[in-house]
């Protein structure tokens, strides 16, 4: 018996009672749609939740130079002076997990404006990709310096918002120049308020300027990290006190001549780099993010074979894992539900297909007559069941569709169409039909055809 | 050639520990083109002997040839192939499907026919039954639009749609007034005589008896009379003397 008849018998049959049909289905509809309802309402805020946790940072990955040591002592981690801003430019030209890298410049020092100073947690040098590095790219005022800006260095700045607070009492700053080592920057934009990080940092007291102008006129240096104890802390030439505390050290080696500068050139090497921020397409690809860096400095930094790297790589690993096991917990939750209304829904059906085996006791035993074998019987009631199941099933993915879209419209959550929930939708509705009308099917095919025909 | 044969079909029922035997070694012959009536009370094995006939169920003991095949050991799956093939069944209840055309009833054996014919074909040959049976004009009825008569009339095409060369029919007329019973043992007869299939009959009507050409008589277990048709003359070969 061809499987298209078996469904013709199916629907037929099924036909024969409409209004049971459709009650015995209601389980398998309320379960499908509640199951495509959640998983799009639930979909729609684990984006939301992911989307969120991303701009803590999740996906970001920060490359400092390497450890310098002398005799045994090492220096910590970003001693050397190995990174360059053609680094960062190479990652993200050659590392196809990176989303965006920027290169980084981090000074400490105090900012002046008018009658007020303040010195920020950090004063960072880059170009405007950190924004989108760091989920940022909405300011509250203003916009974002450009890579022209960066480019020629010039006196430009956001600031964070607890830089708006202390230095301009929170009236708006653009505009206005602040002075930081009195060098003086237009104020041209200002940041959306974020609040501390996981380490209790306040993430708003920072000011964010061009990497050239930060290395080449704040810092001043264009060989050395800034590291920022032993650099500066206030400008000097306003600091009265510089003399009896000088900020600056004496020289350890005597100058050279030009002769001797002559004789022992410096290789050109016009800037080095604190660190690069770079930015994985997603979580997911962090690993492979930090392999092809970590491929990619090698090779520029001429690092042989078995030698340590000149770099070290760190993330957020501790955010990604906090991102994962929170989708995973949603999905999960999500999943348990949807599996409780679809068992009750098929103990539905079983019940059901129960009924209708022993209401049709004289079909069957007639069939069995006119010469259907077990396993015909079978197959026809499974049919059933699963025909029954998947008609629940269609119903159910446009009620939860529905649902889902009423709640987007209404309340407006975030609602993401998730396919796959549909296509498992349509699976699991089929395999409920199967497993709950397997027993009833079988009942039935082992029913004798001559009691069977007898039966009242 | 015979085309039904038993030698002593035995059957016993397992009631718990006792053994109740209903069949007491029945041996018949049937040939082709038979009009049979099988008579008894109840309780005489009647509708026992009938489900072996059928193919529905299998003796205790004994061989049963079917066109020169030994059924009494097949398999069910087997059986019911042959049911599907070789044996009509026409019932006292119709047992036709509620809620189901006339022409949909016909064609539902054909769905378990090993040749797979096509939706159309199938219901071609549903129509040609019917317009046999007198019901062209009744294809898109469903039962309950139908009288007891034409009910067992479509039973009837039913059973015959895979052109079986027996027919059984248990007690075809209890449910009908004796008009219509009339009308159902004529096509009986048409059927027997021009189409030569083979009708066994199991009825405790003697009038529906005198239709046959050849009545069976049984009683606890044993055939009491075998009235042969006339000139066959062959002698009683039941294991009961009468």
Redesign the interface.
Known sequence: MRLYATARTAFRALRRNPMRAMLTTLGIVIGVGAVIAMMEIGAGSSATLKKTIASMGANVLVIQPGTASSGGVSFGAGSTTTLTPEDSQAILRECPAIRNATPMVRARTQVVYGNRNWVPNAIYGTTPAYLEVQNWSILAEGEPFSERDVLNGNRVCILGQTLVRELFEGASPLGKDIRIKNIAFRVIGVLTPKGANMMGFDQDDVILAPWTTIKYRVTGASLSTSNQSTDATASTSVNTLSNLYPATHGTLYPEQSAAQQADNPMPVRFANIDSIMAAANNSGEISMAIEQITGVLRERHRIRGDDPDDFNIRNMAELTKTLSTTTTLMTNLLLAVAMISLVVGGVGIMNIMLVSVTERTREIGLRMAVGARGRDILRQFLVEAVVLCLTGGAMGIILGHGGSLLVKFLLHWPVETSPAAIAAAVLVSAGVGIIFGFYPAWKASRLDPIEALRYE | MELIELRSIEKTYQMGDIAVPVLKGISLAIRQGELLALTGSSGSGKSTLM?IL?C??RPSAGEYWLDNQEISKLS??ER??L???KLG?V?QSF?L????SAI?NVA??L???AE?LS?REARKRAAEMLARVGLADRLGHYPSQLSGGQQQRVAIA??LI?RPPVLFADEPTGNLDSKTSEEVLQMFERLNTEDGITIIMVTHDPKVAGHAKRVIRMDDGVILADAAPAGSGRETPGGGAP
């Open positions: 489900n059928g529905l169920d069910s799956d019911a192939m049911r599907n093939r069944f019932f047992n499907l509620a809620r189901t949909d539902m054996p769905s378990y026919t797979n939706e039913r059973a895979n």
